[in-house]
């Protein structure tokens, strides 16, 4: 077992806490910077807590009591974390929801939690409330983001802060006072579990979650208050949570925006220090750099560029820089290829952070090679996002870290991660069963997913312990694996799901990358109406049959894919196929293409 709790973490009471003592440190200081129209624009920290406390006592005027849940149905934007601030600052709890989530989940959310007020970015989120009006009577408000809707039931977030500022106005100390009465062990957020199986699940995590997630990062060493965060990540995910809880008590800058085709553009204006993602965005962007360098001289100095990288990374990876004429080598290749990279991120990237799903070393060790580090992290939305992350200074890629300090880990018997600490949740709400589950008397939760702890103490996950394949054979394949390794191989593919249990041997539905595959049949005169029509074409097959083949060589024969299909079009958040933090819903996937799976084994 690994524990490094070590001295106890002294931190505030609450979020809202945090936030008075950051204001208190560095009010004139930047905190937040979004988009108005083309502008960036920012706030400071005392702004920014004077606009949490308009919005706190909008929400008490309307009468909104301790722990009373508050939901947040939007995309990502500074609107949201300005109502979450305000939720905090009430003493209430954020129900968080999707704005991808169908209207009769939505209604599940809101009644599961009891939410008294919703904020709705727009109408038609606020229909989403309304559709399902008579189930939710609990609903006082709904507060529209943006735009306009004729309902007794809604107001607008400009009425919100009048009301605020009347109460205000009329009661100074309102906010003061309701933030003095704030326990550590009162409800902060309600986060439901986007759940690749059944319905979600209300996880409680209390104030002190937030509050340890805070002081534990800070005491880790791995972000500074100079720091500038670009966060796009869904706030609705525990993950994206976490970085603005970790803000407050750092201090650091955040620029905030949610359009993901925008990443990579805004990211060369914002020039951030740091940045966390899905591993889907890092693949995705290893894929297109690669598309683009592929052909002519050009691909052949990427190539050389990036073979010299990767001989660089053990030396690098003890903290040591390459000498001689592998030093020479490197600065060339800096200069003719990385650093060209590095130019489009802005210039200034210390860091990334890949949490949410597993990165497959290949893509970790690709970056890398080019000067750009990723730190792979561990944590689910029952510990409050991160439990583990690596070391900046000493990263061991292919593992998610050592615990953060006041983090207990150990591993079953039967392989699986248990966690123990201040970020455990208290309880799935209204599950009281389903937390038994999870959760032991003596506070250790179980985690569903494999690993094992290094000589360092580094955990390296294995898989999710559902997920594990047992082929007819009686051999075990771990799915995470085997489809890290292809995506890492081929940069057409988009996603893959693996399959084979109770089955001979592993099978895969493929999607592809629409602009890469497009692109890719253009250069070789290939003709197509759209993606679904040009997957079908042999030569593709062929190609992408060519890169199985590559990835089989690198794995065990009981795990190879002997059969796969090309689906017509990428598994989406909306057809159900995919989590809005971009997991893949396994059983959802074999339950809507069982036929087709069922194909690739009849021939035998």
Known sequence: MTDTTGAELTRPASVAAMLVERVEKSGTQEAYRYLEGDRWVSLTWRETKDRAYVLAAGLLALGVEPEDRVAITSGTRMEWILADLGVMCAGAATTTVYPTTQGADVAYILSDSGSRVIFAENPDQARKVLDHRADLADVIAIVLIEGELDDELVITWAELERRGREFLAEHPSAIDDTI????????????YTSGTTGRPKGVRLIQDCWTYEGVSIEAYDLIGPDDLQYLWLPLSHVFGKALITIQLQIGFATAVEGAIDKIVDNLSVVKP???????????????????????????????????????????????????GLLALQYKIADKLVFSKLKARMGGRIRFFVSGSAALSREVQEWFFAAGLLILEGYGLTETSAASFVNHRRAPRLGTVGPPVPGTEVKIAEDGEILIKGPGVMSGY?????????????????????????????YLRITDRKKDLIKTSGGKYVAPQKVEGILVAACPYISQIVVHGDGRKYISALITLDPDAISTWAKENDLEFTDLASLVEQPAVRQLIDGYVTEANAKLERWETIKRFAILPGELSVESGEVTPSLKIRRKAVERKYSVLLDGLYDRD
Do not use: C, Y
Not at 180 to 191: D, F, N, R, W
Not at 298 to 304: A, C, E, L, S, Y
């Open 180 to 191: 003095a009465g704030i326990k550590p062990e009162h409800l902060a957020t309600l986060i």
């Open 273 to 323: 220090t740091m940045m966390a993602g899905a591993p889907r965005i890092f693949e995705k962007v290893r894929a297109r750099v690669m598309m683009g360098a592929s052909h002519g001289l050009r691909g052949k100095i990427f190539n050389w560029a990036f073979a010299v990288g990767h001989k660089t990374i053990p030396i690098r990876l003890e903290g040591r820089e390459p000498t």
């Open 429 to 457: 709400h209204n599950q009281p069963e389903a937390t038994a589950e999870v959760l032991s008397e003596d506070g250790w939760f179980a985690t569903g997913d494999l690993g094992e702890l290094d000589d360092h103490g």
